[in-house]
């Protein structure tokens, strides 16, 4: 099994920034893909960054140019740095490690970011 906890989440006014880290522990010998996901009340869980084992990223539109996800695989952490923040990114973020793409999946239990006028 795979253990992710979440920490950096907050209260936050708009345009400023804020940074996720995620620490995986446990079974952690092959995590490929890991990255962050939100949700917001009433609405889907959404995928906002994911990062491979080789660095390659890929972004939601909406945080493009404002999020960067990184990875240190030495200390299995992934870390998402949010800059510009806006209202509508107010979420529960979570954080998502997957062996492969098709599985299997493992979800941390997320962390309130919360972007106030």
């Known amino acids: 099994q795979v253990q992710l906890v979440e920490s950096g989440g907050g209260l936050e006014q708009a345009g400023g920034s804020l940074r996720l880290s995620c620490a995986a522990s446990?079974?952690?010998?092959?995590?490929?893909?890991m990255g962050w996901y939100r949700q917001a009340p009433g609405k889907q869980r959404e995928l906002v960054a994911t990062?491979?084992?080789?660095?390659?990223?890929n972004y939601a539109d909406s945080v493009k140019g404002r999020f960067t996800i990184s990875r240190d695989n030495a200390k299995n952490t992934v870390n998402l740095q949010m800059n510009s923040l806006k209202l509508e990114d107010s979420a529960v973020y979570y954080c998502?490690?997957?062996?492969?793409?098709?599985?299997?999946?493992?979800w941390g239990r997320g962390t309130q970011v919360t972007v106030s006028s």
């Open positions: 446990g079974r952690i010998f092959n995590l490929n893909v």
């Open positions: 990062i491979t084992s080789v660095g390659r990223t």
């Open positions: 998502k490690a997957s062996v492969t793409e098709w599985g299997p999946h493992y």
